[in-house]
């Protein structure tokens, strides 16, 4: 499997991140832009930025292209499509478990309501 | 683009209290979260939840608020005992908040922190691998899910 953007723990790391989803957000409203041009849109260093683009690049979020001595990045949207899937998977993962909340009490409520009250209210 | 924090909620025909006890009682959370839960339910308590196959994730209450409001750290670090202290960027935020609703209830959960869980950047890269098995457990199913539904779907 390849690494560029096969890794979703790594995908998941990269826009855990405040400074990355920023990042992101303005090379999406940019289109294409460069560590420099970056840089000037966020509050960290040029070579911060060429770090995060770094570790957005290994998740496959952003890809690169040298075009004569400046390196241009552009946000790979397969990447980001993953990233948001992956976080919709967590929603699911919350809708499941209320799912089962939801059974589990209303079973109780029909079997024992009032035990169960008692006990709770003290 | 990515959100930051999730946000679900649900209507039980229940009783509020019954709902309480269903969130914070280890017989009920070790069934619709885990396999089995310890819980300390007080402020700073532990919660050890366990599933079978893959050992244990940690929480710890944050607040509480009976029957009314209850949330969680999350621990991500890890699954040894050590793994069990709070400390900066290191979990999520997990709230329950219940609602009395006509004759049943209206609860609520909130999950945030994601963009607080990691450090920086050199860390980042230089903890790769300790990072992996943090999501270990909340990934497993979702690599299923990519490798069925995205990495299988046209990708070159």
């Known amino acids: 499997m390849s690494r560029r953007g096969g890794d979703v723990d790594e ?8 400074t990355r989803r920023r990042l992101l957000d303005v090379l999406l409203a940019q289109g294409e832009a460069t560590a420099t041009t970056l840089a000037r849109e966020l509050p960290v260093t ?8 770094a570790v957005l690049d290994r998740a496959g979020l952003v890809e690169s292209g ?14 980001l499509d993953l990233a948001a899937r ?9 809708d499941q478990r209320l799912m089962a909340i939801k059974e589990i009490a209303e079973s109780v409520a029909r079997t024992e309501p009032t035990k169960v009250q008692k006990e709770v209210s003290r | ?14 009783p509020r ?3 309480w006890s ?17 819980i300390d339910l007080r402020p700073g308590g532990a919660l050890i939840l366990t599933w079978d196959e893959h ?21 991500r670090g890890g699954h040894d005992p050590g793994d069990l202290e709070l400390s900066e960027g290191n979990s999520t935020l997990v709230e329950f908040s219940l609602a009395e609703e006509g004759q049943g209830t209206r609860l609520r959960v909130v999950e945030s922190g994601f963009g607080g869980l990691t450090g920086s950047e050199e860390e980042n890269a230089k903890d790769a691998e300790e990072h992996r098995r943090g999501w270990e457990l909340e990934l497993d199913e979702l690599r299923d899910y990519v490798s069925t539904h995205v990495v299988g779907s046209g990708r070159p």
Do not use: C, N
């Not at chain 2, 969130?23 to 839960?37: K, Y």
């Open chain 2, 17 to 19: 209290e019954i709902v």
């Open chain 2, 55 to 75: 050992g244990p994730v940690y929480w710890r209450v944050e607040r509480i608020d009976p029957p009314r409001f209850v949330s969680f750290h999350w621990l």
């Open chain 2, 22 to 38: 269903v969130i914070t009682e280890p017989e009920h959370v070790g069934r619709w979260f885990s396999d089995s839960a310890a």
């Open chain 1, 11 to 18: 995908l998941w790391a990269a826009v855990a991140d405040p």
């Open chain 1, 66 to 79: 040298r075009r004569g001595r400046e390196v241009r990045y552009v946000v790979r949207p397969q990447g």
């Open chain 1, 86 to 94: 992956s976080m919709a998977s967590v929603a699911a993962r919350w």
């Open chain 2, 1 to 14: 683009m990515v959100p930051e924090r999730i946000e679900r909620e649900i209507v039980i025909k229940a």
């Open chain 1, 46 to 53: 040029r070579q911060a930025v060429a770090k995060h683009l």
